[in-house]
């Protein structure tokens, strides 16, 4: 691939279009749906041979507050109440703006893919996400992000919205300020060049280029990599030619309950239903109730990088419902066993060790690592599951106003240049611990959405 640059207009293009898409993630499908329906003529560009991005490595859940879906189920919920909760989280680090917007504007976005594009989401209704105050993770039948990126695709495909894949951007063409335009590599390592009246960079974030990982966020630079490898960081490093603003980048989300050595996402639903994880040694090491992004961290310190994800068959009923929990079970990820005895000889547990932890669970009241659990004791079949700390991606980025528009160093904002997903800076502060559940499709949905209709 060439190198990233900025480079001056050109006399002649290959291609001219109004509203140009770096990405096919959800945030560049969900731009593009959006600024067809305000009548532009749209043309996405995708690196990858098919579109997939971050998104088809996720649990494809969406949080939003007051959607249709949501009181249909009888869950009273409201943008205010939703807003509160993401500042909480990211202890008050965001922009407020930003986030009342977003905020305000997901339950919109639902409903909008749910009744103009068909798309049949739910919400989760059978356990509660760390930070959120309601139930509002809405998510389609098989809560897999590759459905969410399938469905999306398959509406625009049906609307004829071009897209082109394997070319991948490596150049701005820039002048007087604006951006005007982008070249694109080829397979065949030509390039084309692309005229456009405006540009929407949603070629998400950096976590795949270990040398900014290292940079910003050196204490996630050796956990697994579990993003998708094209995370390379192209707009952040267009920025500083551009004089564009950046903001928060060492904000990431990790996730620390991933099926180890398979790579296979579990869903955190373990551990809030009254799971717990131990380190090899079968003791508790941490409060997990703070969230799966911040388990990532204290999963690494743990002796090999390592921990056991310890629940019941209960609570694998409730995590069955996502795909990727199935998965784990189908390749052996997953253990069983009547005692916790025979569960410890199959992870490599001492058994005591564990049989103790289980014994110690306050019941009804809070530990000493500030967690409080539930009243429901786990009981036999028990399960368990080997995991390890990952990145999954970054949130820090490109600085935008609320529809998407990137800001320039001197405050002023870019006429022709906007930014979601990956690329722009999201609502979870300034490091891992203030990513509540579900912010990086949150802000990759709206901002995509607001982005395209600007």
């Known amino acids: ?162 897209i082109i894949c394997e070319r991948r951007a490596f150049a701005l063409f820039h002048e007087a300020g604006e951006v005007t335009g982008v070249a694109v590599s080829t397979p065949d390592n030509t390039q084309e060049t692309i005229k456009c009246a405006r540009l929407i960079l949603a070629c998400n974030g950096f976590g795949g280029n270990r ?46 309950n991933v099926a180890h050595p398979h790579g296979i996402l579990i869903t955190w639903a373990v551990i809030t239903e009254g799971g717990f994880q131990v380190n090899k040694d079968g003791r508790r090491f941490w409060n997990e109730a703070q969230g799966y992004s911040e388990a990532a961290r204290a999963v690494l310190s743990q002796p090999d990088g390592e921990a056991f994800a310890i629940f019941d068959e209960r609570i694998a009923g409730i995590a069955r419902q996502f795909e990727d929990f199935k998965k784990a079970e189908a390749v052996g990820a997953i253990k069983s066993s009547n005692t916790l005895e025979d569960l410890a000889e199959q992870l490599g547990l001492p058994a005591q060790a564990l ?24 009981s036999a079949p028990y399960v368990g599951v080997r995991v390890t700390g990952a990145l999954f991606h970054t949130q820090g980025g490109l600085k935008t106003d609320t529809s998407g528009r990137v800001l320039k160093t001197s405050g002023q904002a870019f006429r022709t240049l906007f930014a979601g997903g990956g690329a722009a800076c999201g609502v979870s502060g300034s490091n891992d611990s203030g990513y509540l559940s579900g912010n990086g499709l949150l802000s990759a949905m709206v901002l995509g959405r607001n982005a395209g209709k600007a």
Request: glycine share 12%; proline share 4%.
């Open 355 to 378: 049989r103790e932890t289980h014994a110690d669970l306050p019941l009804g009241e809070t530990d000493g690592f500030g967690r409080t659990f539930g009243d429901v004791p786990l």
């Open 211 to 256: 040398e900014l990982v290292g940079q910003h966020m050196p204490e996630i630079k050796y956990g697994l990599w579990f993003g998708h490898d094209g995370n390379k960081g192209e707009a952040i490093l267009w920025a500083d030619k551009i004089g564009a603003q950046v903001t928060h980048l060492g904000a990431y989300q990790g996730h620390g």
């Open 1 to 162: 691939m060439p190198k990233i640059d900025v480079l001056a207009p050109r006399s002649a293009y290959d291609i001219e279009c109004e509203t140009l898409i770096i990405g096919a993630g959800a945030c560049g499908m969900v731009a593009a749906l959006s600024a067809h329906q305000q009548g532009e003529q749209v043309l996405v560009v995708e690196a990858d041979a098919v579109p997939s991005g971050s998104t088809a490595l996720s649990a494809g859940l969406i949080p939003a507050a007051g959607t249709s879906i949501q009181r249909a189920a009888g869950i009273n919920d409201s943008a205010e109440l939703f807003a509160r909760d993401i500042q909480a989280k990211a202890q008050g680090e965001n922009d407020q703006a930003l986030v009342d917007q977003i905020a305000t504007d997901a339950a919109e976005v639902i409903d909008w893919l749910a009744q103009a594009h068909g798309l049949p989401f739910s919400v989760v209704s059978n356990f509660d996400y760390p930070g959120h105050s309601r139930r509002r993770m809405h998510g389609l039948p098989t809560r897999s992000g590759a459905e969410l990126i399938d469905a999306l695709r398959a509406r625009c495909e049906a609307l004829e919205i071009d």
